[in-house]
């Protein structure tokens, strides 16, 4: 047995020596075999990259500065061209101050009592318009004041209802006569006592005057020939604005610019 073992140890001993030679065989070969890179040539492409990177970066900049000062010398140029073409506002002149008409001295004379005017049973009436002055009768019976006209026709202006007419000169006996153009504000039937047929009648607005009361307000146009007075004021005109002294008449006086032209004792018919 101790022979056998004596034997094959020398054996063993080769096998195990050939293993490790073989083995060391193959380590160094994985290190040496294999070729090793050339460290200057990959230091000197780096510092070629970086070299370009650099140039790449300065040229991007440069660029940029003249992108930026294109924009700001277009920019310059159409802010040059607007203001040439753009007419520049001008404030126009501050206004003058208006300056205050003259006050008339005469403005007429009426008296009031609570801020109605007192009025008589007739008093001076001045048509605005033709400018007439009448003797008016006040009438506290009547509910719609009344002018004297003749002639009166329906004639349509602009879609609306207008009547022509002519008032007569107070003092000329019915012999002259004032045209005048009034939209129609509503029709009236009037009944007279003595038929009983219903009269259609225009109503107008007319301005006028009392002493120093001016107002514009409805008069029915009727032919008052058979009547005293051309124009009466009724009810609509007195409501809440004059009282009548029954005692009394003429109790207001017209600016003297309304009567110049005109006797102060003329009457219309």
């Not at 001045?126 to 400018?131: D, F, I, R, S």
């Not at 209802?161 to 509503?186: D, I, L, N, Y």
């Not at 009727?222 to 051309?230: F, G, I, K, V």
Request: aromatic share 6%; proline share 5%.
């Amino acid at each position: 047995m101790d022979n056998c073992l004596s034997r094959a140890r020398p054996v063993l001993l080769t096998a195990i020596t050939l293993s490790l030679i073989a083995l060391s065989g193959c380590t160094a070969d994985r290190y040496f075999m294999v070729p090793k890179k050339d460290l200057k040539s990959v230091e000197s492409s780096v510092d070629s990259q970086r070299a370009t990177l650099v140039t790449m970066e300065n040229n991007a900049t440069l660029r940029h500065n003249q992108i930026l000062s294109n924009n700001r010398a277009s920019t310059q140029t159409i802010l040059e061209a607007i203001e040439t073409k753009v007419t520049k506002p001008n404030c126009p002149p501050p206004e003058a101050a208006p300056k205050c008409p003259a006050q008339e001295t005469d403005k007429g004379r009426a008296d009031r009592l609570k801020g109605k005017l007192i009025v008589g049973e007739l008093e001076k009436f001045y048509l605005a318009g033709p400018g007439l002055v009448y003797n008016a009768r006040i009438d506290s019976g009547a509910e719609t004041s009344s002018m004297h006209a003749r002639d009166i026709k329906e004639f349509e202006r602009d879609g609306n209802s207008w009547v022509r007419f002519e008032v007569p000169v107070p003092g000329t006996e019915g012999e002259e006569w004032v045209p005048m153009e009034k939209e129609v504000a509503r029709r009236v039937r009037i009944i007279q006592a003595s038929t009983d047929e219903g009269e259609s009648r225009f109503v107008v607005d007319l301005q006028f005057a009392i002493g120093d009361h001016h107002q514009t307000a409805e008069f029915t146009l009727a032919d008052r020939e058979n009547l005293t007075y051309d124009a009466l004021v009724g009810r609509n005109i007195l409501r809440d604005v004059m009282l009548i002294d029954v005692g009394k008449e003429f109790a207001t006086e017209l600016p003297e610019s309304y009567t110049r032209k005109q006797a102060a004792d003329g009457e219309g018919q």
